[in-house]
């Protein structure tokens, strides 16, 4: 089993900054790619962020430019610098991790889920 702990969330003002936090602890067998998502009240999960366990990045249109993602492969730990942010940006985000899992036939990889964390940026 893998655990996710989110850190970082809170309120902030147009135009601020936040940095998201995420580490993934368990039986992990190896380096987790990880992810960022966010819910908003009434709106359908949607991805935000992620990066592959080589460390590819790709950034959802709306964040481009003002989101950083960034991971420490050894802490299996994921970053989400949040800057500019906008009030659209207000939302639930949600750590995702697709961790592999040596097993006696090869590598098993499974995705799993933070609780998430609140992000509520004011005008």
């Known amino acids: 089993q893998v655990q996710l702990a989110e850190s970082g969330g809170g309120s902030v003002q147009a135009g601020g900054s936040l940095k998201l936090s995420c580490v993934a602890s368990?039986?992990?067998?190896?380096?987790?790619?990880m992810a960022w998502y966010r819910q908003a009240p009434g709106k359908e999960r949607e991805s935000v962020s992620s990066?592959?366990?080589?460390?590819?990045?790709i950034y959802a249109d709306s964040v481009k430019g003002r989101f950083t993602i960034s991971q420490d492969t050894a802490k299996n730990t994921v970053n989400l610098q949040m800057n500019s942010l906008k009030t659209e940006d207000t939302a639930v985000y949600y750590c995702?991790?697709?961790?592999?899992?040596?097993?006696?036939?090869?590598?098993?990889?499974?995705?799993?889920w933070g609780q998430g964390t609140q992000v509520t940026v004011s005008a």
């Open positions: 368990g039986d992990i067998s190896g380096t987790c790619g």
């Open positions: 990066i592959s366990s080589v460390g590819t990045t």
């Open positions: 995702a991790a697709d961790c592999p899992h040596a097993k006696w036939w090869g590598t098993k990889v499974s995705r799993y």
